[in-house]
């Protein structure tokens, strides 16, 4: 069964607005977790590593004052998306660690109008 | 070069063939790879992973791994429409990390 969960599945929502994608761990902690964004035919590409406790660890290129990362607890992970254009429209996806594998949420289809 | 290469593919292979799947990495002392299957539109679904040389079987699937030649393979027996999707590989970096780092992936069509 699942592992990692995350909400909402698919938001669409208007230029300038902020949105909050939640990543769950079930049945299990997840000191890190990590984000992933994932356009067309593209392959995945890692945002930043939330880490339980303290601050995201970012990607170069990846702006932390527009993608705002809590891990307030140790099975749960916010993504929030400020003032999201049409250039962030994607998939993103989460994941987090188990057992010395990576299980991955079913992702967030944005698009951003 | 790039941490982990993968023929991008398609892979197209007729139905009950074994499907050759492979990928380079450049870290010499990564110690974790995984395979994740990803069908269009979903997220990736882990399917194998392989810390040791050699090879390891589950069901259909078996992962084949030479640290000195940096290289990892997955070989799909009797393969299955079902089977079409892409597929990625990934490593973690270095010995004892957590970083994960994905190849860009290769599409398998297993035609009928």
């Known amino acids: 069964g699942a592992v990692v969960s995350q909400h909402p599945s698919w938001v669409i929502c208007k230029s300038g607005t902020s949105v909050k994608i939640e990543c769950r761990s079930l049945?299990?902690?997840?000191?890190?977790m990590f984000w992933y964004r994932q356009f067309p035919k593209q392959s995945l590409m890692l945002m930043a590593t939330?880490?339980?406790?303290?601050?995201?660890?970012?990607e170069q290129g990846v702006e932390k004052d527009k993608f705002l990362i809590n891990h307030a607890s140790l099975t749960l992970s916010t993504l929030t998306v400020t003032s999201a254009h049409p250039e962030d429209s994607s998939f993103y996806i989460c994941?987090?660690?188990?057992?010395?594998?990576?299980?991955f949420g079913p992702g967030t289809r944005l698009t951003v109008l | 070069q790039k941490e982990v290469e993968q023929n991008s593919g398609p892979l197209s292979v007729p139905e009950g063939a074994i499907a050759s799947l492979n990928c380079t990495y450049s870290?010499?002392?990564?110690?974790?790879f995984f395979w994740y299957r990803q069908y269009s539109g979903k997220s990736p679904e882990l399917i194998m992973s392989?810390?040791?040389?050699g090879d390891k079987e589950d069901g259909r699937f078996t992962a084949q791994l030479n640290k000195a030649s940096q290289y990892v393979s997955l070989l799909i027996r009797d393969s299955q429409p079902s089977d079409s999707a892409t597929y990625l590989c990934?490593?973690?970096?270095?010995?004892?990390?957590?970083?994960?780092?994905f190849g860009a992936g290769t599409r398998l069509f297993v035609k009928a």
């Open positions: 994941s987090a660690i188990r057992q010395n594998e990576q299980f």
């Open positions: 049945d299990f902690q997840a000191t890190t």
């Open positions: 939330s880490n339980e406790g303290s601050k995201a660890t970012y």
């Open positions: 870290d010499r002392v990564s110690q974790s």
């Open positions: 392989i810390y040791s040389n």
């Open positions: 990934a490593v973690i970096l270095g010995a004892g990390g957590f970083k994960t780092i």
